[in-house]
């Protein structure tokens, strides 16, 4: 679904093809509702980063210990770029913490609960 905006008001409207006229603006100022439109683009996706900065995180992430990876695991806040699956750091990470076993019991029971300070 496109989305437009009636250059008249600003109004927004969503359908598929270019509207003709704007609705609302018929509907508040009657006699006013010719218009034109612009189509309202989403806003770009962030952008990727660069690849040596790929490979920094990733040889960063392939330095974690087994306990610095549950750590992560376990408390990293959300939005995390370690566990932000448009980037390929979650891969990386997910293999190189299953090759550790994952989160075992013991290194879930080394680490506790309580988010280090
Ligand atoms: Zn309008």
Same mark, same amino acid.
């Given at each position: 679904m496109k989305k437009w905006k009636c250059n008249s008001r600003g109004h927004i409207t969503e359908q598929e093809l270019k509207p003709d006229v704007c609705l609302k603006c018929k509907e508040e100022h009657?006699?006013?509702w010719l218009s034109n439109f612009t189509e309202v683009l989403p806003p770009p996706a962030p952008e990727y980063p660069p690849q040596h900065e790929i490979d920094l995180v990733i040889a960063e992430i392939n330095s974690l210990s087994h306990k610095e990876m549950a750590t992560l695991f376990r408390f $990293? $806040?959300?939005?995390?770029p370690y566990f932000?699956?448009?980037?390929?750091?979650r891969k990386v990470f997910d293999e190189r913490f299953s090759a550790f076993g994952g989160m075992t019991a013991a290194i879930s029971k080394e680490i506790g609960l309580t988010p280090p300070e």
């Amino acid at each position: 679904m496109k989305k437009w905006k009636c250059n008249s008001r600003g109004h927004i409207t969503e359908q598929e093809l270019k509207p003709d006229v704007c609705l609302k603006c018929k509907e508040e100022h009657g006699d006013l509702w010719l218009s034109n439109f612009t189509e309202v683009l989403p806003p770009p996706a962030p952008e990727y980063p660069p690849q040596h900065e790929i490979d920094l995180v990733i040889a960063e992430i392939n330095s974690l210990s087994h306990k610095e990876m549950a750590t992560l695991f376990r408390f $990293a $806040a959300a939005g995390h770029p370690y566990f932000d699956n448009r980037l390929p750091y979650r891969k990386v990470f997910d293999e190189r913490f299953s090759a550790f076993g994952g989160m075992t019991a013991a290194i879930s029971k080394e680490i506790g609960l309580t988010p280090p300070e």
